[in-house]
């Protein structure tokens, strides 16, 4: 093994999630680092790409007439699946076509965002709004997509449309942290204020806003001020360093230049050779 590869020997080095998760662990342990890796979004995509992406193709196919729209969590996550799946004209296309229906204002901003309007809105941003608004509406044999929030089935909506005689397919595009993970970012928290860990670094804000607000709801904030004080602490880039410093926590080191996994290790492994 070169040299190089052996700059971080003996380091425990913690990364929240990312999509590039796996490629950022593989360059530290082939630079010989301990990893632990941190449950740090509370809101994560859906773990079965694949059930979205055929879902996706049923809309892009014309296979809806309606789209119910529940929130704008839910819209953005579905235009990062499209990106994914290489699809986005044609998923922006299909919700042009569709009718769309939205439970509140959030749905409504991200359309915005495609230049694209609500056709119907929920008479409250509830389940119970959509009902109201859709109580008097010839439903039978209509084809109506539901986007869901989180795992949760919604079953008082899917009923209603099934007793108006409605053809419904529903998509969940994401889902929430679990109590287990919850409990791992209790214990990493403690883990930093031990001074077991030598290093952590983030690659976008929610990792850090979950890791505040887990310590805030369990009233450990002072232990993780602590803990982050005695820890080198990484930012991927300008704009997630600039979140950092804005919310007190000291920023050890970024790449220069290139905001990638690679040079991101290698500026890491020249900090921690100087310590």
């Known amino acids: 093994m070169s040299e190089p590869e052996l700059t971080l020997r003996h380091r425990t080095i913690a990364i929240p999630e990312s999509r590039q998760q796996d490629v950022l662990a593989d360059l530290l342990v082939r630079r010989g680092a301990s990893v632990l890796r941190c449950p740090l979004i509370a809101i994560k995509d859906s773990p079965d790409a694949e059930a979205v992406q055929v879902w996706m193709a049923a809309m892009i196919a014309g296979e809806f007439d309606d789209f119910i729209i529940l929130t704008g969590e839910g819209m953005r996550r579905l235009e990062g699946f499209a990106e994914r799946f290489d699809c986005l004209p044609a998923w922006h296309q299909a919700l042009a076509t ?77 889902i929430y942290a679990s109590e287990s993970e919850q409990q791992q970012v209790l214990e990493l928290i403690h883990r930093l204020a031990e001074g077991s860990i030598d290093a952590l670094l983030f690659t976008s804000q929610p990792q850090y806003k979950r890791l505040a607000s887990v310590a805030k709801k ?51 492994g020249v900090l921690l050779a100087e310590h």
């Open 98 to 174: 569709v009718r769309k229906i939205v439970r509140g204002p959030k749905p409504v901003r991200e359309l915005r965002k495609l230049q694209l309007h609500a056709d119907l809105a929920g008479a409250a941003p509830t389940t119970d709004g959509i009902i109201a608004s859709l109580g008097d509406a010839d439903l039978q044999g209509r084809r109506i997509a539901v986007q869901l929030y989180g795992s949760n089935p919604n079953e008082k909506l899917i009923s209603f449309l099934d007793g108006k005689g409605a053809v419904v397919s529903t998509v969940a595009p994401y």
């Open 218 to 268: 369990a009233g450990l904030e002072t232990l993780l001020t602590a803990g982050l004080e005695v820890t080198v602490i990484g930012a991927i880039g300008p704009v997630m360093a600039d979140y950092l410093q804005e919310a007190g926590v000291r920023v050890d080191f970024m790449p220069e230049g290139s905001f990638f996994m690679k040079p991101f290790v290698t500026a890491l």
